[in-house]
């Protein structure tokens, strides 16, 4: 029975999200694309910091591996500044995956070796690589100045700009706004699922037996070098395609010029605050955090526009991103003082009281 | 040569700044066993607060003032936030300071605007002639007053009731506790020195000498770059968190002239790698060992 009302639940979620395009203007799908983007980012972190308990604050140098994989891969092949491959978007989407992946892994002998908050610093230094990759390698990521222009995303030759086949859907034109949209919930969707099935499967469960306890799991025949390579190449995965739908995003690969910025420490602080306040290791949490997170600087622009909030400018102002940082910075406190288990332990309770859990069922993932 | 020399003295001042920064992380965690990731915000606090009460104070109150309010911050934070969350793992408590750093930094940087004020009156941008070398006072000042303070930490922590009590809760907390020692104390005194030494240490970063810019966001990622030094010498050890503090120090200074600036962010880092894939735990650190 439980189990029939959240499946209901869901399927009511994405027809909802399905709809969204039909009703909302361009300005406010754009924000909620932007929110994907961090849901999508937020399912890989969570799954090696909460599931595989590896504290990880490289996120943002795999989003900048993933954004630079996809716009090399796509990128026109005769501009002498710049190299570009010329393939086709899809694959180029596909390819800044793999990429991202293959670049944790090749991290892995030292994610390996190093536990706890080691790793976390050592993983800090990859946002630094990442910072003077962008400063330095111009032929890749156009420079900090000036960045470069991704290929315009299509998918089998259908263009998901303004251009091509003109759709109509109960009076409402299908045009960028609303196809980003559309393909932003496939690739979100798409990761979710994985992620879900990953996290109750054997792997999921290598994971946590490794989180738990590193020498028990090995001594059950788990291995640990194995999962924690994993689990990093995975996250790494979820981080590059975020990072490719950033880039589509902003319409820009743009490389930071300071370790703050779009993929600066303070993004990988973002992401961690997502998967704090959702509730380490919950997947479902990772995206309620990626709507706090990443969704209220976009809300509040959108509102105050409307209200005439954050008039000011200049020194001392108040903006929407200042705001939301004050927000999620006393969430994680909040958190963590009242409910370790984030947002998803509180959910998880309402849940229950409704439900009633049949005994015997197995709980959902810590 | 000169310009080796005189890069080691300058990386050497730098690095004594970084080590006072190594230090504070590595007397929280020996207290404590959690990280402080708000270590950047207490020294973007203290050089606040000198900003604001340099004009009623001149320069030496305000910097008295500056390095004790990032010392109270530190206090506060531990007071209001860590002592009532005992039941947490010292992992997301680690994540709680997180929180801490997004909202004072966030607070502070906005308040200073496009205003990026330069701290250490006493000692920037006077360089001098030394046997044909040009050498900053900033970064001899540093390494003095780093000297001068790490030693005195040393003798505390050696010989004082204080330092007692603080080994004491390294080694083990509730026999520790059972001793009489009151650990509550103790946590918050190692919060309170640790921002204390914080304090100091941005008098020295937010001069035109160390990082050429003024108060501002830059001064808390170099506050950052303390941590590679933490780490890399090994996150409960105080001789590590100098020692390390050095190294960055010197790696940074030399990589800028040999290799190119902006490289000389990501070499420190690169150094911190190297070291850990040979020593997990730092150079000085000790080993951690699992039971089952």
């Known amino acids: 029975m439980a189990k029939l009302v959240r499946g209901a639940a869901w399927l009511v979620l994405l027809v909802v999200l399905l709809a969204l395009p039909l009703y909302l203007d361009a300005a406010w799908l754009k924000a909620g694309q932007y929110m994907m983007i961090g849901g999508v980012g937020a399912i890989g972190l969570t799954l090696v910091v909460g599931q595989a308990g590896q504290l990880s604050l490289a996120h943002a140098f795999f989003l900048l591996a993933g954004g630079t994989a996809y716009t090399v891969l796509s990128g026109p092949t005769g501009d002498d500044r710049v190299v570009g491959f010329g393939l086709d978007p899809g694959l180029s989407l596909l390819g800044a995956v793999v990429v991202s992946a293959l670049l944790g892994l090749a991290f892995a002998p030292v994610a390996g070796r190093l536990r706890g908050i080691y790793l976390g610093v050592a993983s800090l230094a990859l946002v630094f690589l990442g910072l003077y990759f962008g400063q330095s390698a111009e032929e890749l990521t156009g420079g900090t100045s000036t960045g470069r222009a991704p290929a315009p995303f299509s998918l089998f030759g259908f263009p998901f700009t303004n251009d091509g086949p003109q759709i109509t859907l109960l009076g409402v034109p299908i045009q960028q706004a609303e196809r980003t949209w559309y393909l932003f919930l496939l690739l979100t969707v798409l990761a979710f699922v994985i992620a879900r099935g990953a996290v109750r499967g054997r792997v999921g469960r290598s994971w946590r037996a490794v989180r738990d306890n590193e020498a028990a799991a090995a001594v059950m025949g788990v291995s640990v070098l194995r999962a924690k390579a994993g689990a990093f190449a995975v996250s790494s995965a979820y981080g590059g395609l975020a990072g490719a739908m950033t880039v589509l995003w902003f319409d820009i690969l743009k490389p930071d010029e300071s370790e703050f910025g779009t993929y600066g420490i303070n993004v990988s602080i973002a992401y961690l605050a997502m998967v704090i306040i959702g509730g380490l290791g919950s997947v479902p949490g990772a995206l309620v955090g990626a709507l706090i997170v990443n969704g209220l600087p976009q809300v509040l622009a959108l509102y105050s526009a409307d209200l005439g909030w954050f008039s000011g400018t200049g020194d001392g102002a108040l903006t929407p991103i200042l705001v939301s940082s004050f927000v999620y910075g006393a969430a994680i406190i909040l958190v963590v003082l009242f409910e370790p288990g984030g947002l998803a332990a509180i959910g998880r309770r309402i849940t229950q009281k409704r439900l009633r859990r049949q005994p015997g069922q197995p709980a959902e993932e810590p | ?292």
């Open chain 2, 1 to 292: 040569m000169n310009t080796f020399l005189q890069l080691t003295v300058n990386g050497l001042g730098k690095g004594a700044v970084f080590a006072l920064l190594a230090l504070g992380f590595v007397i929280i965690f020996k207290a404590t066993e959690v990280v402080n990731f708000a270590h950047g915000s207490l020294v973007l606090f203290g050089g606040y607060l000198v900003v604001v009460t340099r004009d009623a104070l001149g320069w030496v109150g305000a910097s008295l003032a500056g390095i004790v309010s990032a010392g109270l911050l530190g206090l506060v934070v531990e007071r209001l936030l860590l002592s009532r969350s005992r039941h947490a793992d010292a992992n997301s408590l680690a994540l709680l300071t997180i929180g801490v750093d997004v909202i004072v930094t966030e607070e502070i940087v906005r308040r200073l605007g496009v205003t990026l004020p330069f701290l250490g009156g006493a000692w920037d941008a006077k360089p001098f002639q030394l046997g044909g070398i040009t050498l900053f006072r900033t970064h001899l000042v540093a390494l003095g007053v780093a000297a001068v303070l790490i030693t005195a930490f040393w003798l505390a922590f050696k010989y004082s009731n204080w330092g007692v009590a603080m080994r004491a809760q390294a080694e083990n907390r509730e026999a520790a506790a059972l001793m009489g020692i009151r650990s509550s104390r103790v946590t918050a005194t190692a919060w309170l020195v640790a921002g204390l030494l914080a304090g100091v240490a941005v008098l020295f970063i937010a001069t035109q000498d160390f990082s050429g810019a003024g108060l501002s966001r830059g001064t808390h990622s170099i506050a950052l770059a303390a941590f590679p030094a933490a780490i890399l010498g090994g996150l409960d050890s105080t001789a590590g968190a100098v020692v390390g503090g050095l190294v960055v120090g010197l790696v940074e200074a030399l990589s800028a002239q040999y290799v190119s600036f902006d490289f000389s962010k990501s070499a420190v880092f690169l150094v911190m790698l190297v070291v850990l894939v040979v020593r997990p735990s730092g150079l000085f650190g000790t080993r951690e060992r699992t039971r089952v």
